[in-house]
C-alpha cells in the first residue's frame, strides 16, 4: 500500500476514516489471517498500527504501535485459543510509539515459531484475538 498523504497528527485520523477505512478494526478484534497482514485501530483519540508479519523462515511477528497524537499508554494482548478455554495463551505488552528505538519496538513485539502457533491453527485460519486496552494509572 503506498499513500502520499501528508499531514499533522491531528488530522491523521479523519485522513484514515476517509482514505483507508477497509483496514480499520475495532480495538478488540480476531486477526485470523495465515499470512502478511496490517490494521489500523483508532481508539481514545490515539491511532494504532498493527502489522502481523510471517517472515520467509516462518517465523510470526505481530508489532502494534501508536502514532503518538495522545500521550496515554497503551498495552495490547493477543489471545491464542485452541477452543479449550483452559488452553488460552495470552501474552501481553506495552504499545510503543512509532517513534522508538527499534529495540524496544522489538522487545514489545510478539514472536512465536510456526510450530508454536500451529495448535491455533485450524483450516487456513488462527484463532488468535488482539485486544488493546488503556493503562488504568492514565
Ligand atoms: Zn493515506
Redesign the pocket.
Known amino acids: 500500500m503506498i499513500?502520499l498523504?501528508f499531514g499533522t497528527k491531528d488530522e491523521l485520523a479523519e485522513?484514515?476514516r476517509g482514505?483507508?477505512s477497509h483496514l480499520m478494526v475495532s480495538r478488540s478484534f480476531g486477526c485470523r489471517a495465515t499470512s502478511t497482514t496490517m490494521a489500523l485501530i483508532l481508539y481514545k483519540d490515539e491511532v494504532f498500527l498493527y502489522y502481523k508479519l510471517i517472515t520467509e523462515d516462518r517465523n510470526w511477528h505481530i508489532f502494534l504501535q501508536k502514532a503518538g497524537i495522545t500521550q496515554q499508554h497503551f498495552n495490547y494482548s493477543i489471545t491464542l485459543s485452541t477452543g479449550l478455554p483452559v488452553n488460552d495463551s495470552i501474552s501481553t505488552f506495552s504499545v510503543t510509539d512509532i517513534s522508538d528505538k527499534f529495540e524496544c519496538i522489538y522487545r514489545n513485539a510478539f514472536t512465536c515459531t510456526h510450530f508454536a502457533i500451529e495448535p491455533y491453527i485450524s483450516g487456513n485460519e488462527v484463532n488468535m484475538t488482539v485486544t488493546i486496552e488503556a493503562n488504568s494509572w492514565d
Request: proline share 0%; charged share 0%; net charge neutral.
Open positions: 499513500c498523504w485522513h484514515l482514505a483507508h
